[in-house]
């Protein structure tokens, strides 16, 4: 049976007309030394992707699969694992991530839902022995159910925390038996909406004893995935704990766990927070944390997470620098944590969205390359901190002076002119490669 009708997706180039192809994506095309596939490890969103119908706050479903014309709940989830491996197999696209909540309906107890989530991780795993399509991460849905209402290992109810922990054991043993390379934890309800019932001490330290428990069962099964924390920081909750970049750093140091965890950046939580995506993405790249990448974008006219598919050229050239400059994603991927718009409900669609992000950010890995082969803001840095080079900022650098020092020297000496930081100009030139990269 098939579920789409359309072809497999191929590479056209950069002038074809064609709508169901790739202008820039070229998997196998080699850049810096690496095909394209390599670089970007795309991934499918199994939740935005196979079980979202398009429900917003003010109405109901639009998307009405071919998959989910069944009323048996375990039919329609092995349905969907079906639709899910033949659409990724056409969009040539190597990895999927996904929730327990995503592949197999809850059953009526934690045991009922275990053995269901077996039958399934059965399916997938044939799908992916015949595909070869492979796991980039697993996680828990510990977020929807109404026991999560507040939180799941930051919930004030110590029999939600034990649940949750259940939850994630089972979830880390599913994504091992995948071969997944990661497991992602996203804060879901961890966080607060009112500072007057909530004791943030204990909610966080409880936090980070859940994660050392998943760090511990880890060893204890052999799980050699990379953990994950996806910072965001609001929504669900007023504030989430894992607010940014820098936040979930002094966690884990406080907490001891820095070497057991990296980070995966999503591009729209990461402007939530007031910071670019390239910001978080750099935060994590001189902290040596980058773990992976949730690819989406948001809408600066609106102030929550839209979760859109991402074409900004820009945002994902500038990703793709970072990206690069950290030597690479390593186990991580480019996971479209995207979903298509609630009036692009065709089939087709999915499609047509999944191409507009590849291409976008292959197109931004090619514009990023260029800039790095070139040296174009590589030079112009050293030029502009060359003063720590010699003289009194190498011996700075060094360590080898104090105030003492240095206030002798200012008395002597006092400051040499500044020069321009030229940004219209940078971002002049960023425009010409953008623009001229394909030819
Ligand atoms: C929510 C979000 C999640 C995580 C996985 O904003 O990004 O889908 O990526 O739980
Ligand atoms: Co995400």
Not at 47 to 74: I, K
Not at 289 to 307: E, H, I, R, Y
Request: charged share 25%; with cysteine; hydrophobic share 35%.
């Amino acid at each position: 049976m098939s579920y789409f009708n359309v072809e497999k997706i191929s590479y056209e180039g950069p002038k074809s007309k064609n709508p169901f192809s790739f202008k820039y994506y070229n998997p196998d095309e080699i850049v810096l030394g690496k095909t394209m596939k390599e670089h970007c490890r795309f991934a499918m969103s199994y939740w935005h992707t196979l079980t979202y119908m398009g429900n917003d706050p003010f109405g109901g479903p639009t998307m009405f699969r071919p998959w989910d014309n069944t009323n048996d709940t375990m039919e329609k989830a092995i349905e969907r694992v079906h639709a899910a491996f033949e659409f990724m197999d056409k969009m040539q696209i190597p990895f999927f991530c996904f929730h327990d909540a995503d592949i197999a309906p809850r059953g009526k107890d934690l045991k009922e839902t275990n053995e269901r989530l077996d039958k399934i991780v059965a399916v997938i795993k044939e799908e992916m022995n015949r595909t070869g399509i492979k796991c980039l991460w697993g996680t828990t849905n510990a977020f929807g159910d109404d026991k999560f209402v507040h939180g799941a290992g930051t919930s004030c109810n110590a029999t939600v925390f034990a649940y949750a922990a259940a939850q994630i054991k089972k979830a880390m043993e599913i994504t091992k038996e995948l071969g997944g390379e990661n497991y992602v934890f996203w804060g879901g309800r961890e966080g607060y909406e009112t500072l007057l019932n909530t004791d943030t001490g204990l909610e966080l330290d409880n936090l980070a004893r859940l994660l050392k428990m998943a760090v511990d069962y880890a060893k204890e099964i052999g799980f050699t995935g990379q953990f994950l924390i996806e910072p965001k920081p609001m929504e669900p909750t007023k504030h989430q704990y894992d607010f940014d970049t820098a936040t979930v750093l002094s966690f884990l140091r406080k907490y001891d766990l820095l070497d057991s965890f990296k980070l995966n950046i999503e591009a729209n939580h990461a402007t939530l927070a007031g910071h670019t995506f390239q910001h978080e993405l750099n935060q994590c790249r001189i902290n040596g944390v980058l773990g992976s990448v949730d690819a989406n974008q948001g809408d600066p006219m609106l102030g929550w997470d839209t979760d859109q598919f991402p074409t900004n050229i820009y945002d994902t050239t500038l990703a793709m620098y970072e990206i690069l400059l950290a030597g690479g994603l390593g186990k991580g991927g480019l996971n479209f944590d995207s979903k298509v718009r609630r009036g692009s409900f065709e089939e087709d669609d999915l499609f047509l969205s999944y191409i507009a992000g590849m291409d976008t950010f292959a197109h931004g890995l090619k514009v990023a390359a260029a800039l790095l082969e070139d040296r174009v803001l590589e030079d112009f840095k050293a030029r502009r901190y060359a003063s720590y080079q010699e003289g009194i900022g190498k011996d700075i650098i060094d360590g080898k002076v104090g105030f003492k020092e240095l206030e002798a020297f200012a008395l002597s000496n006092g400051v040499t002119k500044n020069t321009s930081g030229r940004q219209e100009m940078l971002e002049s030139i960023l425009n010409q490669y953008i623009a001229n990269v394909n030819e």
